[in-house]
């Protein structure tokens, strides 16, 4: 099964890279770009910078200056990662011989006891274990034995996959029951043992994740607080807070262990907290993160566009996240979610040409900041007004480009009566549904256009149910069975067509896609008094470039009382751009206002911010 997560059970079955194919539409030319482009240039920076050369020094078992954070490991197990499934996915032979060399070059620098770390443990290094707190060394095993789970699904046994089980016995070994009895300060390593467990069948690391896990709110860590998650145990906690991805990674590895062990309390615990977050501390693209301190969840509400962190990495784990908890309770509003993010924070988070990346995605940029050195890595605290080539801190670049390379396996699931299908993209699915080969073929260019037509190429069975999902901002989609009849579907709903499918059958769904204002919760109040558009799925930004004189988004008011006009490919909002001046920003609610310009102003997508030279940007518009 060629795919990252494969639960023993759930109401849904994962589909395998082998089983779902993209053929075409915006995530293929994606996928086309990290295979042609992203890979090669995440592998350039990581050779350039002497961070997968640490692992040759380390080898030699002299003292070495090391390049790199302390987490630099985990950049390398992360591309690694995406090679393996762009491997599984397409079988280059060149992928193949870069994959073997990186394999090598890694497993010259493992111990005998099966440690793994090229910051610690080396002569003039702190000892191994010395700072859980911030060391990231189990974090890097974590990614290291994820690569693992993917080459084992894709390839089988080999040098590879042997490094990352020695890694994992090691862990156990040292961290099991009588061991440190502790926890890593970035969680990551919990999810990837209880994947290892699933791929290998081995129970010890199930187990081993299952001690992590619990050991969450035990105050090991020096630091202990919320930050790290360890302020109180995984069951006790009612919301996702403190730092994102590390809330985010030990949510999916909370759910994987709960579904593994039948720890109904745990998966209820963690869907609870998910839930909290979504209503209380998400962004409107999906964003995770809302302060850049501690690249962490904010306060309920606390959601200030100009600060919204909402990093890349978030995007990813919260993807991972919804992933899991659709596949055991097959509610499609985590289907929702993974599509929100991924068109919203995804998308745009690598540039077109796959070379440049946002690591934090704000809904406000104030400043036309100029495009970086192509040639210079960045301080990742600057990552959100630009993309950048690198950064001195990399995690989201090859986070990226792992997810872009699994990233059909989202489009779909299957259970003993048919086919679900989640995401909208042209695709082939071919799998077996009760042991019968049912295949399907996906036609539409959403979400530019709303109409996905499904044609059945294949079905050994007899009646079959294919379910499409209808999203909770679709009202008014219809659904067009074989026989012909076309029947209302409810926002939020499934339209599920049931019959006993001949191939070249057609169902097709129309989706609503037109422009649509958007409200704030009043309890928002850095965005009250503001509206925002949204086109299907994809939120829509105002850029100084489309003012009128280049003037500044900050002079931008709209009014929201008029619907969006969409024409010739591009939305329009009435607005009015103002031109204020003065020496006090404050007056009383009676002084004349300047009224501003009336303007018809373009709205763009907002993954497709910053991609015509610097500009301020706001998706959040001020009412007049």
Same mark, same amino acid.
Request: hydrophobic share 40%; proline share 6%.
């Given at each position: ?293 501690? #690249?962490?969840? *904010?306060?309920? +509400? /606390? $959601?200030?566009?100009?600060?919204? %962190? ?5 995007? @990813? ?114 799998? #077996?549904?009760? *042991?019968?080969? +049912? /295949? $399907?073929?996906?036609?539409?260019? %959403? ?5 996905? @037509? ?171």
């Amino acid at each position: 099964m060629r795919t990252p997560v494969h639960p023993s059970g759930g109401a849904l079955r994962p589909l395998g890279l082998d089983e779902v194919r993209i053929t075409g539409g915006y995530w293929g030319r994606r996928q086309q770009t990290n295979a042609d482009a992203t890979i090669g240039h995440c592998l350039h920076w990581l050779e350039k910078l002497g961070w997968i050369a640490n692992f040759d020094r380390a080898a030699t078992g002299a003292p070495f200056e090391r390049a790199g954070r302390e987490f630099s490991d985990s950049e390398i197990y992360k591309l690694a990662e995406a090679m393996a499934w762009e491997i599984g996915r397409t079988g280059s032979p060149e992928l193949e011989a870069e994959f073997a060399r990186l394999t090598e070059r890694i497993a010259a620098a493992q111990e005998d006891d099966g440690y793994l770390n090229t910051m610690f443990g080396h002569p003039g290094q702190a000892p191994r274990y010395s700072d859980l707190e911030w060391g990231h060394e189990l974090y890097c095993y974590g990614h290291l034995i994820q690569a693992g789970v993917a080459r084992l699904r894709t390839r089988g046994e080999d040098a590879f996959t042997a490094l990352a089980r020695r890694v994992a016995d090691h862990v156990c070994d040292a961290f099991g029951a009588g061991g440190i009895e502790r926890i890593c300060g970035h969680p990551e390593i919990e999810v990837a043992l209880a994947e290892l467990a699933r791929a290998t069948g081995e129970t010890r690391y199930l187990e081993q994740a299952r001690l992590f896990i619990e050991r969450h709110g035990g105050r090991t860590l020096a630091d202990a607080g919320e930050y790290y998650q360890d302020d109180m145990p995984v069951r006790a906690a009612e919301v996702l807070r403190g730092h994102a991805v590390r809330a985010l990674y030990l949510s999916s590895g909370a759910i994987d262990v709960a579904v593994e062990t039948g720890d109904e309390e745990l998966f209820e615990a963690v869907r609870r907290q998910w839930h909290r977050a979504l209503a209380r501390r998400t962004h409107l693209t999906g964003g995770m993160g809302s302060q850049y301190q501690d #690249e962490a969840f *904010g306060r309920d +509400f /606390a $959601l200030p566009p100009d600060r919204a %962190y909402s990093e890349s990495c978030a995007g @990813v784990a919260a993807v991972m996240t919804a992933w899991r908890l659709l596949l055991q309770t097959g509610d499609a509003a985590y289907a929702d979610m993974i599509e929100r993010v991924s068109w919203n924070v995804l998308a745009g988070a690598a540039a077109p040409d796959g070379t440049s990346f946002f690591y934090a995605n704000p809904l406000h940029q104030r400043t036309a900041d100029p495009d970086p050195a192509p040639d210079r890595e960045l301080p990742h605290v600057q990552g959100g007004g630009r993309r950048a080539p690198w950064y001195d801190v990399s995690c989201c670049p090859t986070n990226l480009a792992r997810t872009f390379a699994q990233y059909a396996i989202y489009l779909a699931t299957a259970d003993r009566q048919g086919i679900q299908i989640h995401q909208f993209a042209p695709c082939t699915i071919d799998t #077996e549904v009760d *042991g019968e080969r +049912f /295949a $399907l073929a996906v036609a539409t260019s %959403y979400p530019d256009d709303g109409t996905v @037509v499904v044609r059945v190429e294949a079905n050994q069975g007899s009646e079959r149910t294919v379910s499409l999902r209808v999203p909770v901002w679709a009202e008014g989609a219809t659904v067009t069975g074989p026989d012909g009849e076309t029947r209302p579907v409810a926002a939020g709903r499934a339209a599920s067509v049931t019959a006993a499918f001949a191939p070249g059958d057609e169902i097709r769904l129309h989706l609503p896609v037109e422009p649509r204002w958007t409200m704030p919760d009043p309890r928002i109040d850095a965005v009250r008094g503001c509206a925002a558009v949204e086109r299907g799925p994809v939120v829509l930004c105002a850029e100084s470039v489309d003012l009128p004189g280049e003037a500044d988004v900050a002079e931008l008011t709209v009014d929201a009382a008029a619907l969006p006009i969409e024409r010739d490919g591009s939305v329009y909002v009435a607005a009015q751009v103002h031109d204020r001046d003065g020496d006090w920003p404050y007056g009383s609610p009676t002084a004349p206002d300047d009224e501003g310009k009336s303007a018809e102003v373009a709205l763009v997508p907002f993954h497709r911010r910053a991609t015509r030279g610097p500009a301020s940007m706001r998706v959040w518009l001020p009412q007049s």
